[in-house]
């Protein structure tokens, strides 16, 4: 038996609100509502998706089932605050954020969670829903099965996720995503200057990444701090004299897969 | 006007000599014979390109016009020692590494030079070649036409690299490659001490590569670091207490990434 769709309010229309209003639009579960504080973005979204939009917090319709407060971090408390008093009934209030614990809006409602899509969204990109891991949690048992059900029509990986393990999976997403792009940046910023293109690295850059969807990335760890090739790693550093801040990385991180290799 | 293609000799057959032989085949430049120190990978492929096949360095041809060496960094020099004697002629003779100078072979010939696939193979996944990157040299411009003669016939992305260009590419690999690939390595070894599977991160890994296939890295850049977000990061730096290795390394990059961000 399968409870019938709910009715969503989408509180912001940035980069995760406007993919996720998209999606959610496609499958048949198009937002009632959409909100931004800023009138532009609100009302971008709400044409993008052919539904009433505002940027007027006091204008939003008081009796959805689900409002997916997809706002920044530092928001999130001051949007529920002045969001649960307007509302009637006791619709469930959640979050999309993987570094905010759940618990911000427990002082608003009793009905609260999360909905966590685990991937990095740019205006600019589609986004490849189908794949996209849903982390999804709630205070009650009903409001989790509703989130399972949202989450499954747009998703084909959908987790029971709680505070404290979002909490090191956003840990571990800053390692994947954050730090790896700061690597690349750190690639592309010797190529600059020493005016050879990018584009020699990008292909390297993209295997490396499908290398690890099938594999796990420790078997697939070449290079000379793993071959212990002394020789090749006192040239780099000779090289990144130049670059004091990208030698020091570069020690730490050799010593670091040097000391994973002994441990394994 | 074309020159003839060369006939080629194909000395190693590890994961760049089984690919790139595999890619000359399939491109009308079938090895004419192929070599390893070892039997089963030189009759394997042997068998898989349909061409000779020996582990005899002196059985080695002596009359081919282009010697491909796809050996360990380590056995350039030896390979190259051994084999220049046996041939007739003056035929190029080639590296495939980017972290060797050409320089190593010109004590045995003065047509010398490299052949270097910018990319990372492994064994039993398909290479595109179409998009590798070749970065050719050659202490002799007939030569380095030559190779870009047969560099084009595999990929579309030929450049001419010199030794010095190289290295410093090679340092930028290794931090988008192997750097890179150990901040996977780590993701996963805290989900999995956690008990999270892994394939949560998958997509925004892959997702992470894709965005600067197009885009700058550093404009692509998110996270607690770049938007200083001090709470979160002292949220992640005490929860790492239990893994000093990573938390010495996330505070570094954290550093870095805030001093880039200055910078800019």
């Known amino acids: 038996m399968t409870a019938p769709l709910p009715d969503i309010v989408l509180i912001g229309a940035g980069n995760v609100g406007f993919h996720l209003g998209k999606r959610l639009a496609a499958r048949g579960m198009k937002p009632v509502q959409v909100f931004s504080r800023s009138e532009e973005p609100a009302r971008r979204l709400g044409e993008a998706l052919d539904t009433p939009f505002t940027n007027d917090i006091e204008a939003i319709r008081p009796e959805a089932n689900l409002y997916i407060l997809a706002v920044r971090d530092d928001a999130i408390g001051n949007v529920a605050a002045r969001l649960a008093p307007l509302l ?10 993987g570094a905010t614990p759940s618990s911000v809006l427990a002082g608003y409602t009793s009905h609260y969670g999360v909905f966590y899509p685990l991937q990095t969204f740019s205006r600019e990109r589609e986004v490849d829903f189908d794949t996209v891991p849903f982390c999804i949690d709630a205070a009650r048992e009903a409001d989790a099965r509703m989130l399972e059900q949202v989450a499954q029509r747009i998703s084909t990986r959908v987790y029971r996720i709680d505070d ?18 700061h690597l690349l940046g750190i690639g592309q910023d010797i190529l600059d200057r020493e005016g050879l293109p990018f584009d020699l690295l990008r292909p390297l850059i993209l295997e ?14 070449t290079g000379p701090a793993v071959r212990g090739d002394q020789a090749t790693i006192e040239r780099h550093l000779d090289y ?6 990208y030698r020091e990385l570069y020690r730490l991180l050799t010593v670091n897969i040097q000391r994973n290799t002994k441990a394994n």
Request: without cysteine; charged residues 15%.
């Open 240 to 245: 990144l004299d130049k670059f004091p801040a």
């Open 88 to 97: 009637s009934g006791r619709p469930l209030i959640v979050h999309t954020s």
């Open 164 to 181: 404290r393990q979002r909490a090191i999976l956003h840990v571990a997403a800053v390692f994947v995503n954050n730090f790896t792009n």
């Open 208 to 221: 490396t990444a499908r290398k690890v969807q099938d594999h796990p990335p420790a078997a697939m760890q």
